[in-house]
C-alpha cells in the first residue's frame, strides 16, 4: 500500500502537537517499519517544515530530521506535471493541489492527513490516520 504523507502529519511528530502526536507517530512507524507499506513525502514537505521550525531548530537539528524522514519514507520529486495539474485544479490552498497531484501521479493508495477537508477534489482519496486505523489498517 502506498500511502502519502501530509505535511502536517510530519510536522505533528516533530512538534509534538497533541493531541495528534501519537497517531501521527504511528503513522510513522508503519512507513518506517512496516512491511506492507510505503510512506511517501513530496521533496516539498522538507521545505515547508524548515520554514515552519527554522525559529526552534538549528542547521544541525534539520540534517538529523532530513536523515529520519528519508529513512522512514520515500521522497518524491516535485515534477513540472505536478505543477500544472495542481494550477488547474483551482483550488484555494496550491500546496494541498500539488499535494494531490503527486498522489495521482504515484498511484498512492490515500493521502493521509489532518485536514481531509482540503482535499475534497482529490482523485486520492485523503483519510486521516484514525481512519486509516479503524478502516483500512489491518495487521499482516
Request: charged share 25%; hydrophobic share 45%.
Amino acid at each position: 500500500m502506498v500511502l502519502m504523507i501530509d505535511t502536517n502529519i510530519l510536522l505533528d511528530v516533530l512538534q509534538e502537537r497533541e493531541p495528534h502526536v501519537e497517531n501521527s507517530l504511528t503513522i510513522w512507524g508503519l512507513c518506517d517499519y512496516g512491511k506492507s507499506v510505503t510512506g511517501c513525502i513530496s521533496s516539498m514537505s522538507l521545505l515547508n517544515i524548515a520554514y515552519i521550525m527554522r525559529k526552534e531548530i538549528t542547521p544541525e537539528r534539520m540534517q538529523e530530521i532530513y536523515i529520519s524522514l528519508f529513512s522512514a519514507f520515500k521522497f518524491i520529486d516535485l515534477c513540472e506535471s505536478d505543477l500544472e495539474t495542481a494550477a488547474n485544479m483551482k483550488w484555494p490552498d496550491l500546496e494541498d493541489a500539488v499535494m494531490s497531484a503527486i498522489a495521482e501521479r504515484i498511484n498512492a493508495d490515500y493521502i493521509i492527513t489532518r485536514n481531509v477537508k482540503d482535499f475534497d477534489g482529490s482523485k486520492v482519496k485523503a483519510i486521516t490516520p484514525e481512519e486509516y486505523f479503524e478502516d483500512v489498517f489491518s495487521i499482516d
